[in-house]
């Protein structure tokens, strides 16, 4: 019982003791894999640049610094509503001047047009949507032809909790993501060991083919 708690707690964190202490360990335990998402993803001054399952802000401050052209947009979703009210008021200046937008929706039913994002990154966050398809579907519509997805996780630490019942189901697994990409029209799909200090960790990519 336990475990599915925490695994909804770290899917959709609340307004609670439990999420207080999710969006702490977010914090502490993220931080590496979202600096490294956000340099993976080769962002350029001017680009439109998409974080999904943005949580506490720790992705987004690290993208909008790179984001040095007046066109240059950053736009972040969160199906949680506390992590969306925690990550306004962390970028609230960036916010407030047009740098950043920020959204509380579903990444299956995002609120941008068709083909204006250059750049997409996400971290630890896929095992937690009910249908990747839809939600691989959704990400490739928003994108530009060509743009870059990138997803950084530790893939055995996602497999212990898996192992204890905190994840859902099997959509944890990365093949079962990179399946869904590929079937949403993502082309040059893998996934690649990478090394920051001490950390081993693994990056998915993926390429918007239109």
């Known amino acids: 019982m336990w475990a599915e708690k925490l695994g909804k707690e770290l899917g959709y964190p609340t307004r609670s003791l439990m999420g207080w202490l999710v969006s702490r360990f977010l914090i502490a335990h993220n931080r590496v894999l979202e600096e490294n998402a956000v340099q993976l993803s080769g962002i350029q001054p001017g680009d439109t640049v998409l974080e999904l399952g943005h949580g ?46 920020l959204h509380h929706c579903d990444v299956a039913a995002m609120p941008l047009a068709d083909s204006t994002v250059d750049k997409v990154f996400h971290c630890n966050c896929y095992y937690f949507w009910p249908d990747l398809r839809k939600g691989a579907t959704e990400i490739h519509r928003v994108m530009k032809p060509g743009g870059l997805m990138v997803t950084t996780m530790k893939v055995s630490a996602v497999a212990a909790f898996a192992k204890k019942q905190v994840m859902p189901g099997e959509n944890w697994r990365p093949e079962a993501y990179m399946a869904a990409l590929r079937d949403s029209g993502f082309s040059d799909v893998r996934m690649e060991d990478r090394q920051q200090k001490l950390l081993t960790f693994q990056a998915i990519y993926a390429t918007a083919s239109k």
Not at 59 to 66: D, H, I, T
Not at 68 to 89: N, Q, R, W
């Open 56 to 101: 506490p802000g720790l992705g987004l401050q690290s993208a909008a610094k790179l984001l040095t052209e007046p066109t240059g947009h950053l736009i972040g979703v969160d199906f949680s509503e506390y992590m969306h009210k925690m990550a306004s008021d962390i970028m609230k200046e960036l916010v407030a001047s047009g740098k950043v937008t």
